[in-house]
T-cell receptor
Framework: GAVVSQHPSRVICKSGTSVKIECRSL??????MFWYRQFPKQSLMLMAT?????????EQGVEKDKFLINHASLTLSTLTVTSAHPEDSSFYICSARDSGGAADTQYFGPGTRLTVL | QKEVEQDPGPLSVPEGAIVSLNCTYS??????FMWYRQYSRKGPELLMY????GNKEDGRFTAQVDKSSKYISLFIRDSQPSDSATYLCAIEGTGKLIFGQGTTLQVKP
């Protein structure tokens, strides 16, 4: 149980285009999902907290107009990187908190590797 | 001072060795402690979760928390090459996970 999927697993795009990444909890409901970014050989950096049916809460320094987050259902959150630039190239990972489990247990997706040319 | 400190390594051990991974944290209000394993180019996988001082064992893995010293550890017994990965400690703080930098472990056959 507690499986989180992400799609796509890898995407390459041209500078200036927008990219949408989906995060799904497959076998549990998640009122809260989190989006992280990870640069090579570095730890995970929280970008935003996404609550179903409400606006996401962004961490300091993360541009909310650039990283659009939508959490329309209890099993799906999306991250759209708008007008992507090469410096946005990174590994994006989502996690979901199991609403029916311990309040602080997060399950992570497999990640999406974004390369902006 | 970072909220969670973790030596990035790398740490290289022979197969069968006991591995000790450690983190320190600064905020005594933190109550929940986790260890994640991350293979290259994959998402983190939850290994251990604990919320109290003391030891918690799961197979070859033992998580240890010392709240008085603000120190957490993960021990791996009889390490295997398949244990080669990056190990991240994580601490729950105000509804968010705060991660250590991660320690890269290599277990050589």
């Amino acid at each position: 149980g507690a499986v989180v999927s992400q799609h796509p697993s890898r995407v390459i795009c041209k500078s200036g285009t927008s990219v949408k990444i989906e995060c799904r909890s497959l076998d549990f409901q998640a009122t809260t999902m989190f989006w992280y970014r990870q640069f090579p050989k570095q730890s995970l950096m929280l970008m935003a907290t996404s609550n179903e049916g409400s606006k996401a809460t962004y961490e300091q320094g993360v541009e909310k107009d650039k990283f659009l987050i939508n959490h329309a259902s209890l099993t799906l959150s999306t991250l759209t990187v708008t007008s992507a630039h090469p410096e946005d190239s990174s590994f994006y990972i989502c996690s979901a908190r199991d609403s029916g489990g311990a309040a602080d247990t997060q399950y992570f997706g497999p990640g999406t590797r974004l390369t902006v040319l | 001072q970072k909220e969670v400190e973790q030596d990035p390594g790398p740490l290289s051990v022979p197969e069968g060795a006991i591995v000790s991974l450690n983190c320190t944290y600064s905020n005594s209000a933190f109550q929940y402690f986790m260890w994640y394993r991350q293979y290259s180019r994959k998402g983190p996988e939850l290994l251990m979760y604990t919320y109290s001082s003391g030891n918690k064992e799961d197979g070859r893995f033992t998580a240890q928390v010392d709240k008085s010293s603000k120190y957490i550890s993960l021990f791996i017994r009889d390490s295997q090459p398949s244990d080669s990965a990056t190990y991240l400690c994580a601490i729950e703080g105000t509804g968010k996970l705060i991660f250590g930098q991660g320690t890269t472990l290599q277990v050589k056959p």
